[in-house]
């Protein structure tokens, strides 16, 4: 059964980007929405998302554009030693986020030969924003921002 380009995206999508963000993180722990019941205990950590592809065709060429929003939720435990981890947290992050994607075939699939697919880029007419929302558990004086920054790829579609 032959596959396309379009139907292989999201996937090679979500795992090179989260490959490359955890590079990009210097060691600060990463999870994703899957891994809840993983990282109660956890500190200080993050909380990888990614949504899309939102897909747009362009022209009658079969051109394809799609593009990605990746949000991290980042927590951290009060720490009267380092008041501002959440926001040295938040420039890492900040960091991590602010260059282009290379997607590559990952998977388990014979089509996934982990070659190079496409370049994920930072949609720079948007800001990469941080939003602060404060201590959102007052027992564990637990706090929480997130970090969300928009990325397009785009490709002719066609069978791989």
Same mark, same amino acid.
């Given at each position: *059964?032959?596959?396309?380009? +379009? ?19 210097? $060691? ?11 990282? !109660? !205990?956890?500190?200080?950590? /993050?909380?990888?998302? *990614? ?17 990605? %929003? @990746? $949000?991290?939720?980042? =927590? ?6 380092? /008041? ?21 075939? +990952?998977?388990?699939? @014979? =089509? ?5 697919? %496409? /370049? ?6 948007? !800001?990469? %924003? *941080?939003? !602060? ?23 002719? $579609?066609?069978?791989?």
């Amino acid at each position: *059964m032959s596959s396309t380009k +379009l139907k292989e995206l999201p996937k090679w999508a979500q795992l090179s980007v989260r490959k490359q963000f955890i590079s990009r993180t210097e $060691n600060i722990p990463v999870f994703f929405e899957e891994q809840i019941k993983l990282y !109660n !205990n956890k500190t200080l950590y /993050t909380e990888f998302r *990614m949504d899309g592809p939102f897909v747009t065709t362009i022209g009658t060429r079969d051109e394809i554009e799609a593009r990605f %929003e @990746v $949000n991290i939720l980042i =927590t951290a435990a009060f720490d009267e030693q380092d /008041t501002m981890r959440l926001f040295k947290l938040g420039g890492v992050v900040i960091a991590a986020l602010k260059d282009d994607f290379c997607i590559y075939k +990952l998977g388990p699939e @014979v =089509t996934d030969d982990k070659s190079y697919f %496409e /370049t994920l880029q930072l949609i720079t007419d948007d !800001n990469i %924003e *941080m939003s !602060n929302f404060g201590q959102i558990d007052s027992t564990n004086k637990i706090y929480q921002a997130s970090v969300e920054a928009h990325y397009k790829v785009r490709f002719k $579609n066609g069978t791989i």
